[in-house]
């Protein structure tokens, strides 16, 4: 006399391995662009920085008021970006006389999630810091 659930348990692990196999496609695509938008993250608060420190040197001399100069600030933001080995799509560089925000933009390419998510739009990852010249005395 035959069992009738002879040959389900190989059935069953199976199913359970290929969900795992699938679970574990999906995280690595997710820590990828999570990884790729903290590394974002951190050369935008660099470039912002920087950016920060292109005081118009003439203003502070003539008001003694702590402004930006927009080409100097915009140039030191863009020089610190450059200087990252990293693939940036686009940056952006805003200044008024008192803050500079950059904000940096990139592409990451999906594995195992493009097979659900439509790629004719890849995913975009965005970071955006803003700083502030500060006057110490």
Do not use: C, H, K
Request: net charge negative; no cysteine; charged share 20%.
């Amino acid at each position: 006399m035959r069992t009738p659930d002879r040959g389900s348990i190989t059935i069953w692990i199976l199913g359970v391995s290929l969900l795992i196999l699938t679970f574990g496609g999906l995280a690595l695509d997710y820590w990828r662009a999570l990884a790729a938008q903290r590394e974002l993250a951190a050369v935008a608060d660099s470039a912002a920085v920087a950016a920060a420190s292109g005081i118009d040197e003439a203003a502070y001399r003539a008001t003694g008021e702590v402004v930006l100069d927009e080409n100097r600030s915009r140039g030191l933001a863009e020089a610190a970006v450059a200087w990252q080995d990293l693939d940036v799509l686009t940056t952006t560089v805003d200044v008024t006389p008192d803050t500079v925000s950059v904000t940096l933009t990139t592409q990451v390419e999906l594995g195992l999630l493009g097979v659900f998510v439509d790629q004719s739009e890849p995913l975009t990852v965005r970071a955006t810091a803003t700083a502030v010249p500060v006057l110490i005395p």
